[in-house]
């Protein structure tokens, strides 16, 4: 009989710097087909903090991709937060709806606070 290995419930690595470079390795390391997505919403960011001459962009993008981090570096955390996110966007039952967007929140929250 073969004995079935758990699925970890760790982390897939330490919780990075809340900086834009630190972010950019992170985001690599967890999902590299995500960098060119982080790279672009950085550069649009630092074009609209010049344009409009505020540091809002760049400080929600930093909040945007720490978040993200803070749920894909746990497996099983990012599966559930993309199916609350399929719940919403693809039921018709409100309460489920509901339901999934509570999770949502408490799922960000939870990823936020490490």
């Not at 409009?52 to 955390?77: I, K």
């Not at 719940?87 to 949502?104: C, G, N």
Request: charged fraction near 30%; proline fraction near 8%.
């Amino acid at each position: 009989m073969t004995e079935q290995a758990a699925e970890p419930t760790g982390p897939r690595i330490p919780m990075p710097e809340k900086n834009p470079a630190a972010l950019r390795v992170a985001v690599g390391r967890l999902d590299p087909g995500a960098l060119a997505q982080f790279d672009h919403q950085w550069d649009e960011a630092m074009r609209q903090a010049r344009d409009e001459y505020t540091l809002t962009p760049p400080r929600a993008f930093v909040e945007h991709w720490w978040s993200w981090v803070g749920v894909a570096r746990y497996p099983q955390r990012l599966a559930r937060f993309r199916e609350c996110e399929r719940i919403v966007s693809e039921s018709d039952d409100r309460a489920e709806r509901r339901a999934a967007a509570t999770e949502l929140a408490s799922i960000l929250a939870e990823a936020v606070a490490a």
